[in-house]
């Protein structure tokens, strides 16, 4: 009898799902969707719909103000938890207080004329989302959240976004630039 039929027959018991954790460790992270692509799935399945019902002008419109209004929250979140350790609203802070995980897209940083510079070749929301056939429509919150997010915290901190999905590179180049004669 295999599982399923087991299931039906029978049920489930403590005893029989025993192994569950053990197989889980042993199918390692690839059988997972990381946490950041849990949420790109939803925003590009709604970004879908949204579009084929609105059409494209008119649902990206609309994505677009709720993509901001939630950057924007972001940031302002992410303001008050600096401000309540005291700390001015610099990038460096904004990098240590901020809400996602790195885990999301590992990144090797460098410096440039004093601005940080960030090549993004892997972004869980972006591989999940392209997995699925989603990544037309995950990349509209690409192109409307992080410039939200940053206007939200401080909006003196610049992003320069070369983004993927513009520029058809295997990355994106986020370039944040504070030092006034950069800007």
């Excluded at 677009?64 to 303001?79: D, H």
């Excluded at 401080?154 to 070369?162: G, H, R, T």
């Excluded at 058809?168 to 004669?181: I, N, P, S, T």
Aim: proline share 3%; with cysteine.
């Amino acid at each position: 009898m295999d599982d399923l039929q087991r299931e039906k027959r029978v049920g489930l018991s403590l005893w029989y799902l025993k192994d569950v954790l053990l197989k889980r460790r042993l199918l390692g992270r690839k059988s997972r969707v990381p946490g950041f692509g849990l949420g790109a799935l939803l925003f590009a399945t709604l970004s879908k719909v949204i579009v084929e019902r609105l059409g494209r002008e008119k649902g990206e419109e609309i994505i677009k103000e709720a993509v901001q209004r939630f950057g924007r929250e972001r940031g302002r979140r992410i303001a008050k938890k600096v401000a309540l350790g005291g700390k001015p609203l610099s990038l460096k802070n904004w990098l240590i207080y901020t809400d996602i995980d790195a885990e999301n897209f590992p990144v090797k940083p460098y410096l440039d004329n004093g601005d940080l510079v960030a090549p993004v070749r892997e972004c869980s929301f972006n591989t999940t989302a392209k997995a699925w056939g989603l990544e037309e429509f995950s990349s509209i919150y690409c192109k409307y959240a992080d410039h939200a997010i940053l206007e939200g915290y401080n909006p003196d901190v610049k992003l320069i976004l070369e983004d993927r999905h513009v520029t058809g590179r295997d990355h994106c180049l986020f370039r944040y630039v504070m030092k006034e004669d950069n800007k």
